[in-house]
């Protein structure tokens, strides 16, 4: 099941700098997107959603952004601090059939001082 | 902030033996979910749960499987007779509403099947 990719396994990103982490989708019925920050030994933490009728949303530190016709959403983060080391996840929901969430697989952050 | 708590944060249990896991959503949420990620593995959906009812259930849910909101608080997740494959970590989410709206995690519960 390949729903969700997130083909970046760890990423590595200096302390001040702008960190991007992409994800990319194949099904034209998810309609929300979701992103989620995990640390070792804790649950996923929700950080910020998009709505497939929206190209943008921002939320302090964090914008994700929504490009429908590449099936490409991104999560921009800065200036990235050395707390937000961490493992991301990007979700996806099925338009209006049910509530569960198709994950990607996560990408883990690094932010070196 | 309020918190989805889940018990206990570890479990062995022998294979065959039954087991409950135990959550406790975000007291005003309606909706509530049973997930797990298997180590190395992407997490995968197993329930959702709204108005005292499964409303809907993945593959993995199989009979071996069950969901019950006991009284006001506690959501639990039943494995009758484990298998080997079923040692993951079990993340239990609520939601105040469907559709638009996230899922908040608890820290999961490890289970380990000897």
């Known amino acids: 099941d390949q729903q969700v990719k997130q083909n970046s396994p760890s990423l590595s990103v200096q302390e001040g700098r702008i960190s991007i982490l992409n994800c990319d989708y194949t099904?034209?019925?998810?309609?929300?997107f979701l992103w989620y920050k995990k640390y070792p030994a804790e649950g996923p933490t929700f950080l910020i959603s998009?709505?497939?009728i929206k190209d943008k949303n921002e939320d302090g530190r964090f914008t994700v952004f929504l490009n429908k016709s590449a099936k490409h959403l991104s999560l921009h983060i800065v200036p990235s601090q050395p707390g937000d080391s961490a493992v991301y996840f990007c979700?996806?929901?099925?338009?209006?059939?049910?509530?569960?969430?198709?994950w990607g697989a996560g990408t883990k952050l690094i932010i070196k001082p | 902030e309020p918190e989805v708590t889940q018990t206990p944060s570890h479990q062995v249990t022998q294979m065959g033996q039954e087991v409950i896991l135990r959550c406790v959503p975000i007291?005003?949420?309606?909706?509530f979910y049973w997930y797990r990620q298997i180590l190395g593995q992407k997490v995968e959906f197993l329930v959702s749960?709204?108005?005292?009812?499964?409303?809907?259930k993945s593959e993995i849910f199989d009979d071996q499987f069950s969901v019950e909101r006991p009284d006001g608080s506690n959501f639990t997740l039943k494995i009758r007779s484990t298998k080997l494959e079923d040692s993951a970590m079990y993340f239990c989410?609520?939601?105040?509403?469907?559709?638009?709206?996230?899922?908040?995690f608890g820290d999961g519960t490890r289970l380990s099947i000897l």
């Open positions: 749960f709204y108005n005292n009812e499964i409303s809907e």
């Open positions: 989410a609520s939601g105040l509403q469907g559709g638009n709206q996230p899922q908040h």
């Open positions: 099904n034209s019925m998810f309609d929300y």
């Open positions: 998009i709505s497939s």
């Open positions: 979700a996806a929901r099925i338009q209006d059939s049910n509530y569960q969430l198709i």
């Open positions: 007291s005003n949420h309606l909706y």
